[in-house]
């Protein structure tokens, strides 16, 4: 098993590496994949470890971890996996790794809580993750053209309005990405996403 992770470890470094060592950039965005592909091991060996007592924190300790986290983040350069760019390798990980554990903790509370709001928001995060494959396709398509579009009609330069320009973006963006997704998943485009078509 030890040499699997190995293996794991090193495709995921090359992603890392790949924009850096190699003169050109691999097909289908492979480095970034390679990448996932290492994040995606990491989720996998967490879900094994329920046990564990990072998955499992207090309040208290949480807000330290996340300020840590926040930090961390801030010491570090932009990262932006489309281009390749990952800053520090090291605090990358460190990063990526704990807010991965943060949002499992998010999770886990927000599936514990009896609230009739918080049923709700769990709805529709369940929702999203189970068809977490359109948003993660159409999420930036969408995102352009409703940027572009809310962008046109508040042209003031206020932060205010700035942020409401943001906001409005958001709510939007997901509501196109919820039509889309009861559009494929009711008609026969959702063979496009691995899905069979109903006889």
Not at 13 to 24: S, V, Y
Not at 55 to 75: D, E, P, R
Not at 84 to 96: Q, R, V
Not at 136 to 155: D, G, W
Request: charged fraction near 15%; charge should be positive; include cysteine.
């Amino acid at each position: 098993m030890f040499w699997k992770h190995g293996i794991i470890f090193l495709i995921a470094i090359f992603g890392n590496l790949a924009t850096k060592i190699l003169p050109f950039r691999l097909p289908w965005a492979m480095d970034a994949a390679f990448v996932g592909v290492g994040l995606y091991h990491v989720g996998y060996l967490l879900k094994q470890k329920t046990d564990l007592k990072l998955l499992n924190i207090k309040f208290t300790n949480f807000f330290i971890l996340a300020i840590l986290v926040v930090i961390l983040i801030f010491l570090n350069t932009p990262v932006n996996m489309r281009i390749g760019n990952y800053g520090n390798i090291l605090l990358f990980w460190i990063t990526s790794i704990l807010a991965s554990i943060l949002i499992i903790n998010i999770s886990k509370w927000i599936e514990k809580s009896p609230k009739l709001l918080i049923n709700k928001i769990k709805k529709i995060l369940k929702y999203i993750g189970k068809n977490s494959i359109v948003y993660l396709l159409l999420n930036q398509f969408v995102l352009l053209a409703i940027y572009q579009i809310t962008k046109r009609v508040f042209i003031d330069n206020n932060i205010y309005v700035f942020l409401i320009v943001k906001l409005l973006t958001l709510i939007l963006c997901l509501f196109v990405l919820y039509l889309l997704t009861e559009l494929i998943n009711k008609t026969k485009l959702k063979i496009f996403i691995g899905k069979e078509i109903d006889n």
